[in-house]
């Protein structure tokens, strides 16, 4: 017994410094790997990313250098937030590849949907991001092409000045009442309809599309929507994302959520174009966005975090509510047909 007591102390320091062993031997790859695409990315020296018009010029310089300092690189690194349809710049690129040129960005930041779409049209490229990055599979998607690093909200939203509380919608059929008639704006992000369209059914989501179109709405950009709801040219914006409402609270406009449930749930990607000119910069920039020091940036300057990352500020927030997250099933075979048949129904041009 003495000797199996002793033999089982031996065994228990043994299995011990086994383990430790084990995981300095499981962390040195990771380690290495990392270090060899920050390696890559100095000598590529510069990087090109594509990111939401409501990136201020600070917030944009902010990025930069708290990327740069944590990987004590020394490249050029050009933000570019050119606003637009998320589908033409998808098209912008698809061309470029298809040609053999290099595409215009390294990186697109876009949703959930429009990260779908370069993944079935093989315009975006995969990398071990566990492997490298030891980053969690939950924030992983497309078959590792891409990364999730944010969650926005798309809501009907108000201006608090010139609807009466008790006509504010408390529930999407509130929001096609006849009261709303040539008074309600819809934005060019039609894969929100497509959305609900995943927890509806296509047959009640396409006709929603159909009585939004019912109400003669005035038609624009999310940001467009934004200044004809702060002009009071539009009562109601059919959606709009959370950015832009927490614009209005830094800047005191009177617009509002209306809070109401199932909550469209869009995932901000990120990823590496096929083809980019500077690909390891570029993977390490999306890593860079799920850090914790990408994740306050973001947070701060966009008010948005992650509802996969506990304690957040969107973990909080969807604490008791319903939300209608994009399945990967739905969006490599169904949202791209519905968002189509969307900008039919509204008018929108692709």
């Known amino acids: 017994m003495k000797i199996i007591n002793r033999t089982f102390g031996r065994s228990v320091l043994g299995y011990m410094i086994a383990l430790v062993y084990l995981a300095i031997a499981s962390t040195v790859p990771a380690q290495s790997k990392l270090e060899s695409v920050i390696k890559a990315a100095q000598q590529e020296g510069a990087l ?19 990327f740069l300092k944590k990987y004590g690189l020394k490249i050029d690194v050009q933000i570019d937030p050119s606003g637009g349809s998320m589908v033409r710049k998808i098209a912008k690129v698809a061309q470029e590849i298809a040609v053999g040129q290099p595409p215009t960005w390294d990186v697109l930041i876009m949703t959930d949907y429009h990260h779908s779409i370069l993944f079935k049209e093989n315009l975006s490229q995969q990398f071990d991001w566990s492997g490298t990055f030891g980053t969690d599979k939950k924030y992983v998607a497309y078959k590792n092409h891409s990364i999730v690093f944010a969650t926005s909200f798309a809501l009907p939203a108000y201006n ?25 704006g819809i934005n060019n992000a039609t894969h929100h309809w497509a959305r609900l369209a995943q927890v509806w059914g296509e047959k009640r989501g396409v006709a929603f599309m159909k009585q939004l179109k019912a109400l003669d709405p005035k038609l624009g950009s999310n940001a467009e929507i934004f200044t004809k709801l702060q002009l009071g040219e539009i009562l ?115």
Request: aromatic letters at 8%; charged letters at 25%.
């Open 48 to 66: 090109t990313v594509n990111a939401p018009s409501s990136l201020s010029a600070p917030e944009r310089v902010q990025f930069v250098l708290t």
């Open 236 to 350: 109601v914006a059919a959606t709009l994302t959370d950015s832009y409402l927490d614009q209005a609270r830094k800047s005191g406009a009177p617009i509002k959520f209306a809070e109401i449930n199932p909550i469209i749930a869009p995932q901000y990607m990120s990823g590496t174009l096929r083809g980019a000119r500077h690909p390891n910069a570029a993977s390490l920039f999306s890593a860079f966005l799920l850090s914790k020091e990408g994740q306050a940036i973001w947070e701060k300057t966009q008010g948005q975090s992650s509802l996969h990352t506990t304690g957040t500020q969107t973990w909080n927030y969807i604490q008791g509510r319903d939300l209608v997250v994009l399945e990967e099933n739905f969006a490599l075979s169904k949202i791209d047909g519905l968002s189509e048949q969307a900008d039919k129904i509204f008018g929108f041009r692709r």
């Open 160 to 184: 608090s000045e010139l609807v009466r509380k008790e006509d504010v919608p408390k529930s999407w059929d509130d929001v096609v009442s006849p009261k709303w008639k040539g008074k309600i």
